[in-house]
């Protein structure tokens, strides 16, 4: 067994278990639960001190395993600027985020963001690239951002970094060209192509749901190894 601190109080989990799971043993409620536990969704973000580590850092709680001596904060909800921000508007969409989010021209560069941020990413970098209005980059640079809000919990200046980068990822998105063969199968689903197969799909038990997706993976696999 190893112990671990949350909120001063001492618990004990078993040894190699994720501390959602060493959470979940020691009978604390998560503020957000936890959802995808693949590392995918942010749901399970946490803030801790390693043994021997002088830094607070971020971590993903269904990504990282308990250690004997872990000080865990979960961070319940953070406040943010969430601005209401319409892609379709015509004109350049840099400039109008630099607008509704003012915010950003206050970052002092000192990195806390990515200090804090669970998949690596440079959060710096990525508000500096928001801060010269240049979308493609920030998209590039935020992609594999799961919105788990740590970056906006330590931030000094009060900026929501994936917030923005998120609503730069949507107008960059939206102005990209479009893929033919998407187009199409929206014009196919639009046009009841398959009205009746979704029919008939919703009619099935959960067991027989599961084996049709598993026929049709196995078909994608195989079509994907002929091609
Ligand atoms: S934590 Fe805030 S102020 Fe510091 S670098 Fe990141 S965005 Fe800028
Ligand atoms: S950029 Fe911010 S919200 Fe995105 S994963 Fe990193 S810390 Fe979480
Ligand atoms: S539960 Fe989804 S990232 Fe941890």
Do not use: W
Request: glycine share 8%.
């Amino acid at each position: 067994m190893v112990s671990f601190t949350l909120l001063s109080r001492v618990h004990a989990a078993p040894e190699g278990v994720t501390i959602i799971q060493a959470l979940e043993y020691a009978g604390v409620r998560s503020p957000h639960g936890s959802s995808c536990r693949q590392g995918f969704c942010g749901a399970c973000a946490m803030l801790c001190r390693f043994p021997g580590e002088t830094e607070v850092r971020g971590v993903l709680g269904c990504q990282t395993l308990i250690v004997e001596g872990l000080d865990v904060c979960q961070v319940p909800h953070f406040p943010v600027n969430r601005a209401d921000f319409d892609v379709t508007r015509p004109g350049e969409p840099g400039p109008v985020l630099k607008q509704l989010y003012p915010e950003l021209d206050g970052c002092i560069h000192c990195g806390a963001c990515n200090r804090a941020c669970p998949v690596t990413l440079d959060v710096r970098g990525f508000v500096a690239d928001l801060i010269a209005a240049d979308l493609p980059a920030v998209a590039r640079a935020s992609d594999r951002c799961v919105s788990c809000g740590l970056c906006a919990a330590r931030c000094p200046s009060g900026i929501a970094p994936y917030v923005v980068a998120l609503q730069a990822r949507r107008a960059e998105a939206y102005r990209s060209p479009r893929s033919p063969m998407l187009r199409e199968r929206c014009d196919e689903i639009r046009a009841g192509r398959y009205d009746e197969t979704l029919a008939e799909l919703s009619l099935l038990a959960p067991e027989e749901l599961k084996d049709c997706c598993a026929e049709l993976r196995e078909r994608a696999i195989a079509s994907a190894r002929r091609s």
